[in-house]
């Protein structure tokens, strides 16, 4: 039993969708999200700088006396776990996009996966992909501009449903019946994918997933709180505070408030 707070980060405001999956099932646990906003997104900014940016704050996180930490972002997982496992004891849950489940589940045979650039380039996705491979076709789309527009103060929905209708349709034509949202960012704008997707396209996502193995490997090491006491998330940006506040009032439902990543 540890009483300490988890870690959970991500470039920006998406790591909150699988924040919101973890408060759910640990609603005891006390919770730090950092959000590296000054440098989102991470989807363009190649493996160096984003494994140079986890590793500033995975510092600051451990600096904070967490037990473990999540990282919230496809992208960030698979640039830098493997780098951060080397350097850090602790257990440490990253995401990576929900392709089993999305196989499993298809009918069609296909499956359209939306991720960042980064992280279908990424080695650890195209061996993820390779697995699947042979018995389901597998679409992939970096759903470019889309964390720009989810990280906007002022929500364009318009633009959103545009660029979402370029990526989701020549999926659709192409008889996709699963689409994997290979991004956390994207789990926030659901309810407009799933518009834009339509009523016979089941859509994945790994929140839940992630949130199991984080309880699973707390208790396997005896670190869960069995305090029965709700702290407020404490949220933390190297962007703009006032913007974060904003966007938090957003994207999560309870009251938030923000301080600069140092
Ligand atoms: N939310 C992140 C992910 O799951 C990163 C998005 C970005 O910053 O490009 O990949």
Known sequence: MSASPLGVFDSGV????????IRQLLPH?????????????YGPKGEKFITQRSLHIMDYLAARKVKAV????????????????????????????????AAEQSHSGVVGVLATSGTIASDKFLTLQSRFSDRTQILTRAGT????????????????????ASFIQPMKDKGADTLVLGCTHYSLIRAQIASVAGPDMNIVDAGTAVAKELERRLLTKGLN?????TYPVQFVTSGDIKVQEQLLARYWPEPAVVTALV
């Open 225 to 229: 709180n069995l305090v029965t006491a």
């Open 14 to 21: 998406g790591g909150l969708s699988i924040l919101h999956s």
């Open 145 to 164: 501009g889309l964390v720009e527009l989810i990280e906007q103060p002022q929500f364009d929905e318009a633009a959103v449903l545009r660029l979402l």
């Open 29 to 41: 646990e006390d919770l730090i999200y950092v959000a590296d906003s000054a440098h989102a997104p």
């Open 70 to 101: 999540v990282v919230a972002c496809n992208t960030a997982t698979a640039a830098a776990i493997a780098v951060l496992r080397e350097r850090y004891a602790m257990p440490l849950i990253g995401v990576e996009p929900a392709v089993k489940p």
